[in-house]
């Protein structure tokens, strides 16, 4: 789906600030905490995989994307998949952080969970994949033109552009079935090159940008 966190090739988002060798893992506590919480609510807890979780943060609004901070929407993504297996009633959260603060809530009954009835077939998300890749080194490829309901992992900005294919990568799980728990769906995945006025017109500062796309997001371009 083409939510807020679809944010890559647009404008107006202020300049990108390189990291600085002193930085902090976590530059506030609380934020190793979120981290951590996150971790344990896509797995255990919830039933929920990692391409679950990334659709949970293209289902935030706006603000709880932007205005909360980069761990601040992974609390909020976090949240969302609780709900979304029962684990926690919406508002649940709310409810208690006004509790916390002193104020007569009722806070929602505690539902009956209902995780995913999914297993992995093994570790990770890499797979391996009998059959022969569609696409060839140095062919070039056309990322197709489409926005899927659900979750993808093919940028908006790439889609209806032409490429060339740099480099075969391992197969991986389909985000677009494996969030969903319709299968792991594995696939080759393709390191495609797109030159900047490919993607952004005649204008735009010459380089070559490149984005590892799965087979099915790809089309022959000759």
Known sequence: MDGIADMGGTDGWGPVHPPRPDEPVFAESWQGRAFALTLLSMGRVSGQNLDAFRHALERLDPTSYLEDGYYGRWLNASELMLVDS???????VDARA???RG????EPAVPEPHKPDYSPTGPGSLRTVE?????????????????????????????GHTGVVEVIQPAALL???????????????YSVRFES??????????????????????????
Not at 86 to 92: F, H, N
Not at 197 to 218: M, V
Request: glycine share 8%; no cysteine.
């Open 86 to 92: 029962a684990i926690l009633a919406p508002g649940a």
């Open 98 to 100: 006004r509790v916390l």
């Open 103 to 106: 104020e007569q809530v009722d």
């Open 131 to 159: 059959e022969t890749p569609a696409f060839a080194v140095g062919q070039r490829v056309r990322a197709k033109d489409m926005s899927p309901e659900g979750h993808t992992r093919l940028p908006a900005y790439v889609r």
């Open 175 to 189: 985000p677009d079935t494996h969030a969903h728990f319709q299968g792991e769906n594995p696939q080759h995945v």
């Open 197 to 222: 006025g490919e993607l952004w017109g005649a204008n735009a500062e010459p380089f070559a940008l490149t984005i590892e796309l799965f087979e099915t997001y790809l089309e022959n371009a000759a």
